[in-house]
């Protein structure tokens, strides 16, 4: 495969849904989280949707592949 690889994404459960998701670090700044589109209405909207989120500057190495961690919003 052709390509850059940008991280590694972890399967995790949300504490509050039970919602299954994919996580990942992208350097000490910036997480990456893929959550399924639970508002999708047709085939035209996406399966799945990317979020960009800062990492957390207190305790944000506690746990490299974020078990445990839950969604943040």
Known sequence: MN???LTGLWKNKSK???TTYL???LGPLARVIILPNDF???DNEPDY???LVPR???GEAK???NDGEDVPF
């Open 49 to 51: 949707n990317m979020w």
């Open 23 to 25: 996580a990942g670090n």
């Open 40 to 42: 999708k209405k047709g």
């Open 56 to 58: 957390e500057r207190n």
């Open 3 to 5: 390509g850059t690889k």
């Open 16 to 18: 509050n849904k039970g």
């Open 63 to 65: 746990d490299e592949n």
